[in-house]
């Protein structure tokens, strides 16, 4: 019973195959050899699943469904694994199973060269998002002076297609190498919204709540990323309020197929959704923002080049 309701919390939050980590590792890492071989272990599944409208379910998988949760696709993973979506509403996530059905896998699978192959399965087989999701978001909207005659010349009916959406952890060190590669970004007038989520460390909820709740979250979160000083802790403590706040950037995270930190999304140059998780190289910023690339003057930054 305690598997079930284990399962069925994650689910509801969208954790489930969240990675603990903010390594640089991306589904695109994936050899073109590899993605036919998924392509084709796809394709043998789609066939067997026209066959029939059930699944045949391992023990190990029907023991931890519950009424609400079901199975909405089946598919072939590597080593022999069988891959499952399972589905609340409009929350999905994947699980694994082994050969003989006796063993069920949650979490993040890495392959032998530690490319993340459920960053992959996530893209192939989860359905895409709304970019408009991320509206809901609570984020902190880093503006610059530029970015706000934009806003006011484009109206009230101005377009959000042009954001560029990040995930971060506080203690994410990545992240803040991200924040310094895109500050110049910023500054050329891109506007950029941070999603604060909370699972690297046991404080990282604490400084998520104090940027929340920051009466200036733009200057807390330039003291964060910059590491300059301390967030206080929010004297009424973490309210329900942010905890509903973080639960929801932490489900937007998962419905994107993001894993780990930083995570971004974005629009690309034909409105084409597009997102990347993990520090990319540098010259990715420049898609991200629809801007020229612009030149990265801090050395910390030199070995993402």
């Known amino acids: 019973m305690f ?16 990675t ?7 589904a695109d890492t994936l050899t073109e050899e590899q993605d036919k071989q998924a392509l084709s272990v796809d394709q043998s599944a789609e066939a067997e699943q026209n066959q029939s409208s059930t699944y045949r379910l391992p023990d190990a998988l029907k023991r931890i469904l519950v009424p609400g949760i079901s199975v909405s696709q089946q598919f072939s993973a590597q080593s022999g694994l ?7 509403e409009d929350n999905h996530t994947l699980v694994y199973t082994t050969a003989d059905g006796k063993t069920l896998i949650t979490g993040t699978l890495l392959d032998h060269k530690g490319n993340n192959l459920s960053e992959f399965y996530t893209k192939r087989y989860l359905p895409e998002a709304d ?6 978001a609570y984020s902190i909207a880093q503006k610059s002076e530029l970015q706000e005659r934009k806003a006011k010349s484009q109206g009230a009916g101005g377009s959000d297609n042009s954001v560029l959406y990040v995930f971060f952890d506080p203690n994410c060190p990545y ?7 895109l500050e110049v970004y910023q500054q050329q007038g891109a506007e950029i919204r941070w999603i604060p989520v909370a699972y690297l460390q046991p404080d990282s909820r604490i400084k998520a709540t104090a940027l929340l709740q920051s009466e200036q979250p733009e200057h807390s979160l330039r003291a964060v990323m910059m590491q300059q000083e301390i967030l206080p802790i929010p004297e009424e ?4 309020e942010s905890e509903q706040a973080l639960s929801f950037n932490m489900q937007l995270m998962k419905r994107f197929a993001l894993q780990g930190t930083p995570a971004f999304v974005w629009l690309d140059s034909e409105q084409q959704l597009q997102s990347y998780s993990g520090m990319p190289k540098l010259a990715t910023f ?3 923002t629809g801007q020229k690339e612009q030149p ?3 050395p910390e930054l030199a070995r993402f080049r």
């Open 3 to 18: 598997y079930k309701t284990t399962l069925f919390w994650l689910l509801t939050l969208g954790l489930v195959s969240m």
């Open 20 to 26: 603990p980590a903010y390594a640089n590792i991306s």
């Open 82 to 88: 069988t891959g499952w979506v399972l589905s609340r």
């Open 131 to 136: 970019f408009a999701l991320l509206a809901q």
């Open 175 to 181: 992240c803040q190498f991200a924040w310094q590669a």
């Open 237 to 240: 403590g973490i309210g329900i």
């Open 286 to 288: 420049a898609e991200m």
């Open 296 to 298: 990265q003057k801090a």
